[in-house]
C-alpha cells in the first residue's frame, strides 16, 4: 500500500476558503517548508509538486516508514527540562501545553516518565497553579482556561497520586468563571 495511497498531498493543505488571515499566512509557509522537505526526500528539489507526489506515491511504501523511536523517546525526554532552551523562549507562556504534548507524545510511545521526572513536572506545574483558579502558562502568569486543560491533562499523563493531588485542588467554581 503507497503512503499516500491515490491522495496526492494537495489534498491534505489547509483550505482558507479565501479568507486569508495571519494564521493562515503562516500555515501556508509551514505547509511550503514541509513539502520542499518532502520533495528533497522524493526526488529533485525542483520538482513541482504534483511530480514529487507521485513520484512518492510510487517509492514510499508503509510498510518502508520507520519510527526511530529511541531517537524521538530521547528528544522528547530532553524538552522536558525545568528551562527552556532560548530557542523556546517565546513559548514561556505555554509550557503546560510543552509539558502536556510532550507526555502525551511519550505515553503514545509506550514510555512512562521516571519518578523524580514525574515528580519535577508535577512541582513546576504547582507553581502555575493560580490562587484565583485555574493555571497560567507559567508560574506567576495569569491563569487561563486553555493551560488549565493542558495542565491538568499534564498531570493525568502522568497519573501519581502527587499528580492527581495537585489537579484536585482546582477550584471548579474559578476555573468556570475563566470560561465567562
Known amino acids: 500500500m503507497a503512503l499516500l495511497e491515490d491522495r496526492p498531498l ?9 479568507h486569508e488571515t495571519v494564521s493562515s499566512l503562516e500555515q ?3 505547509e511550503d517548508s514541509v513539502h520542499g ?9 525542483g520538482d513541482e509538486k504534483a511530480d514529487a507526489d507521485q513520484r512518492c506515491r510510487e517509492k514510499t511504501k508503509l510498510e518502508d516508514v520507520k519510527l526511530l ?17 532560548s530557542s ?17 507524545a511519550l505515553c503514545l510511545l ?35 482556561v486553555a ?11 502522568i497519573g501519581t497520586e502527587e499528580a492527581l493531588q495537585v489537579g484536585s485542588l482546582l477550584d471548579s467554581a474559578a476555573v468556570s468563571r475563566l470560561m465567562s
Open 10 to 18: 494537495s489534498n491534505f493543505l489547509f483550505d482558507t476558503d479565501e
Open 28 to 30: 501556508s509557509t509551514v
Open 37 to 45: 522537505i518532502y520533495r528533497q526526500y522524493c526526488g529533485k528539489q
Open 69 to 85: 523511536r529511541d531517537q524521538h523517546v530521547s528528544y522528547l525526554l530532553s524538552g522536558l527540562s525545568i528551562e527552556l532552551s
Open 88 to 104: 523556546f523562549e517565546s513559548l514561556d507562556a505555554s509550557r503546560p501545553w510543552l509539558c502536556y504534548w510532550t507526555l502525551h
Open 110 to 144: 509506550g514510555v512512562d516518565v521516571d519518578a523524580e521526572l514525574g515528580s519535577q513536572i508535577v512541582q513546576f506545574l504547582a507553581r502555575c497553579q493560580s490562587p484565583a483558579g485555574g493555571f497560567g502558562g507559567g508560574p506567576g502568569q495569569f491563569p487561563h
Open 147 to 157: 493551560p488549565t486543560y493542558a495542565a491538568v491533562m499534564a498531570l493525568c499523563c
